[in-house]
């Protein structure tokens, strides 16, 4: 039996997918800092993983608000770790994550690279329109997510790095004496008027 350290597995990997997937090749890997969050209750229905960006529109620290006759200047705190500024933190909700199949969690790591913006600034990828985040639909973005995992893991020595993630969260427990990861709390926005 051995320890798995699922925060240094997932970077491993969205390292990987960096290198080998053209559409996430502008992404900064260690300007992210990824971490796991719980979940209150279990089963796969809700939420699987969540992107904080840590910069506003065109990569901005700061913004200025205005509601009613108050202006507001908001600003993001400055997240580093181990030396470097960090960009975005992305959050995998566990267990809920970990008891999808392994091709349902490739494509929850590969929704969450897909809303950084190309230019790997803080802030994400926006679309034209109201829903920004997704575009005209989140099927057809997920349905996106999927066709770039399948591409990803035609691929040689991929489904290797991704192993780690086959089976749910008892399986992994069964299969190691610990599962480490990161946990890293949100970072609160500054405001001052």
Do not use: W
Request: net charge positive; aromatic share 8%.
């Amino acid at each position: 039996m051995s320890t798995l350290n699922l925060t240094a597995e997932l970077e491993r990997l969205i390292k990987d997918i960096t290198d080998r997937v053209p559409e996430l090749g502008h992404i900064d890997p260690q300007r992210l800092l990824l971490c796991v969050t719980s979940t209150r209750g279990g089963g796969v229905h809700g939420t699987y993983a969540k992107i904080h960006p840590l910069r506003f529109a065109g990569g901005a620290t700061s913004r200025t608000i205005r509601r009613r006759r108050r202006t507001f200047t908001c600003t993001m705190p400055a997240v580093t770790f181990q030396g470097r500024e960090m960009l975005y933190l992305i959050y995998f909700l566990v267990p809920r994550f970990l008891d999808l199949p392994l091709r349902e969690k490739l494509i929850t790591v590969f929704h969450e690279l897909y809303h950084i913006a190309p230019e790997c600034n803080g802030d994400l990828r926006r679309f034209p329109g109201r829903n920004y985040a997704h575009g005209r639909s989140t099927k057809a973005y997920n349905a996106r997510m999927a066709e770039l995992v399948d591409v990803y893991l035609a691929q040689p020595e991929a489904k290797d790095l991704a192993s780690f993630l086959d089976g749910d969260m008892d399986t992994l427990r069964a299969r190691h004496d610990k599962v480490l990861a990161r946990k890293y709390p949100v970072p609160k926005l500054l405001v001052s008027a």
